[in-house]
């Protein structure tokens, strides 16, 4: 592998790693934000009637002036998912993980191997995930595993062959791994007793409907750089009622280039 660019192994193996991408100061930030953000999810699933379900999991983790928005204003990975994607791309989804012993119960949907594009698409990339690695990701501790070239096939490989084509993504904090969307993988389980926290992010092409209306939630001052706003959504927006359609171009809620 050492001699392909990242977008070659996302092409070929369906992943790619960056080790060392976030310093410790940064990663301590976002560890200690997350912490609040799951506090905050758990208070709103007992308030909606979901109970103590998800524990452990903070969906959407955006909307405040914190590190989560300091980190999608960064642009991480502008070029590698630029090219990825052949033009402009847009936040689908940004979530936080807090991997415990013992952790499935009510959400077993990351320790059972899965993909996170549920429209399987071959050649066209629709959607890339972002693993961010908040704690040393060690196999005792439930590091992720994923089936390399697995994006490549419709089917999904049977157990046996998960099992045994399976790799650990293991790392130091601040890693970041980058993986085609329908590539298999897996939160393997954690068996340390060690809290491990990941943040998860995807990214997708803007005609692709985010899982969240981002650019509302944050609002249209998140940032002044136009490129944070094309990732926002501010771009790719619904219009809500006939006035919004018929704008000039620059008003436009939906651009020529997104697709
Ligand atoms: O936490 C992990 O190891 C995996 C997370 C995952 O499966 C996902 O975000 O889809």
């Keep these: 592998m050492q001699d392909m660019t990242h977008n070659e192994e996302l092409?070929?193996?369906?992943?790619?790693?960056?080790?060392?991408?976030?310093?410790?100061?940064?990663?301590?930030?976002?560890?200690?934000?997350?912490?609040?953000?799951?506090?905050?999810?758990?208070?709103?699933?007992?308030?909606?009637?979901?109970?103590?379900v998800m524990e452990g999991v903070a969906h959407h983790v955006m909307g405040k002036d914190d590190s989560m928005a300091d980190l999608v204003r960064m642009l991480p990975f502008d070029e590698v998912f630029r090219e990825y994607f052949d033009g402009p791309y847009i936040l689908n989804s940004f979530?936080?993980?807090?991997?415990?012993?013992?952790?499935?119960?009510?959400?077993?949907?990351?320790?059972?191997?899965?993909?996170?594009?549920?429209?399987?698409?071959?050649?066209?990339?629709?959607?890339?995930?972002?693993?961010?690695?908040?704690?040393?990701?060690?196999?005792?501790?439930?590091?992720?595993?994923?089936i390399p070239c697995s994006h490549k096939v419709e089917e999904r490989p049977d157990d046996e062959e998960l099992l045994a084509r399976s790799k650990y993504l293991t790392g130091k904090a601040g890693t970041v791994v980058l993986f085609d969307s329908n590539l298999w993988h897996a939160a393997s389980p954690n068996k340390s007793g060690e809290t491990r926290r990941a943040l998860t992010l995807t990214y997708s092409r803007p005609f692709i409907k985010?899982?969240?209306?981002?650019?509302?939630?944050?609002?249209n001052n998140f940032s002044s750089d136009p490129n944070v706003m094309q990732v926002i959504g501010f771009r790719s927006r619904i219009p809500q009622n006939h006035m919004d359609w018929y704008q000039p171009f620059e008003g436009r809620f939906y651009y020529l280039d997104q697709g």
């Design 95 to 146: 979530g936080g993980l807090k991997h415990v012993k013992g952790l499935s119960g009510d959400y077993t949907h990351v320790s059972n191997f899965h993909r996170d594009v549920r429209t399987y698409s071959s050649n066209l990339t629709l959607l890339i995930n972002v693993l961010i690695m908040l704690e040393d990701f060690t196999v005792p501790n439930g590091a992720t595993r994923v």
């Design 11 to 52: 092409k070929e193996i369906g992943y790619t790693i960056f080790p060392g991408f976030l310093d410790k100061h940064f990663i301590n930030r976002l560890s200690k934000d997350l912490d609040v953000w799951i506090d905050y999810a758990s208070d709103v699933r007992r308030k909606t009637g979901l109970g103590d």
């Design 210 to 219: 985010p899982q969240m209306d981002y650019c509302k939630l944050v609002g």
